[in-house]
């Protein structure tokens, strides 16, 4: 069959209109890899070519969408080549030339997602960087951008998680409350010995005594139907040292109480 007439659509590709009314539709790479001249023959192994070029291409200009929507590392380029069953020969070829143009570099996607990370999410900094890890990025990349991170800014942002959920956990001890954040936060990606210098520092001077308050008097309502005396000061004392309160402030505190 002969090449009729070949028109671009709208949406940037091009149609190729044959003389026994097929149509294919390609990319003008395509056309000029394949020499697709006007009246040019085309026979049944030239449009297994058209077909395979023309797949290629969607692959790779898909490719250049995603990367310019959200950087990607090479190691998730890789991935997603692999899914779509792409010949190993071709990833290489799309892999390098997307390399060359400045599509796939893991030192900038390391740099940009290790920003986004810091300022975008509560994540810290040993999440951030198993993260890193996990994408592929090489190890030397994953320590240069860690290390480019602004300490200041990690401490800060530390400080603001601590102080938030402080003000908003007032059921817990010191003690309890001091535990519960610092598994929490390691689990986020932040040092455990920050974490815990951070909450003393701002534990410093903070009335406790609410706290405490409220929960003896939730075990006072709860034991004193079933104790009382001396009975019911050690039930009320020893349950207070459950909760994870301090035995001088709890000693201190239940020597004002008549009970």
Same mark, same amino acid.
């Given at each position: 069959m002969k090449v009729e007439k070949i028109k671009k659509t709208n949406s940037g590709k091009y149609r190729i209109e044959f003389d026994n009314h097929e149509?294919?539709?390609?990319? !003008?790479?395509?056309?000029?890899? #394949?020499? $697709?001249?006007?009246?040019?023959e085309v026979d049944s192994k030239t449009l297994v070519e058209l077909t395979k070029d023309t797949e290629y291409y969607d692959i790779y200009n898909k490719l250049i969408k995603m990367i310019t929507t959200k950087l990607r590392s090479k190691k998730e380029v890789y991935e997603y080549l692999e899914k779509r069953m792409v010949d190993p020969k071709d990833q290489e070829t799309i892999i390098q030339k997307l390399t060359d143009?400045?599509?796939?570099?893991?030192?900038?996607?390391?740099?940009?997602?290790?920003?986004?990370?810091?300022?975008l999410s509560n994540d810290g900094p040993n999440k951030i960087k198993g993260d890193l890890?996990?994408?592929?990025?090489?190890?030397?990349?994953?320590?240069?951008?860690?290390?480019?991170? !602004?300490?200041?800014?990690?401490? #800060?942002? $530390?400080?603001?998680?601590?102080t938030k959920k402080m003000n908003h956990n007032h059921k817990y001890s010191s003690y309890v409350l001091k535990q519960k954040l610092a598994v929490e936060l390691v689990n986020l990606g932040y040092d455990r010995d920050m974490i815990l210098s951070l909450y003393d520092e701002l534990n410093t001077g903070i009335d406790k005594s609410s706290v405490l308050e409220k929960e003896y008097q939730k075990q006072f309502q709860k034991w004193s139907r079933k104790y009382e005396g001396k009975e019911l000061y050690?039930?009320?004392?020893?349950?207070?040292?459950?909760?994870?309160?301090?035995?001088?402030?709890?000693?201190?505190?239940?020597?004002?109480?008549?009970?």
């Open positions: 149509k294919f539709v390609t990319y !003008d790479d395509v056309i000029l890899k #394949n020499h $697709l001249l006007f009246q040019k143009l400045g599509f796939i570099n893991d030192r900038n996607f390391s740099a940009a997602y290790a920003s986004d990370r810091l300022y890890c996990r994408f592929g990025v090489e190890e030397n990349i994953v320590e240069d951008v860690m290390s480019s991170l !602004d300490e200041e800014e990690i401490t #800060n942002k $530390l400080r603001k998680i601590i050690q039930k009320i004392k020893e349950k207070l040292y459950q909760k994870g309160f301090d035995i001088n402030e709890i000693n201190s505190y239940l020597a004002q109480k008549d009970i």
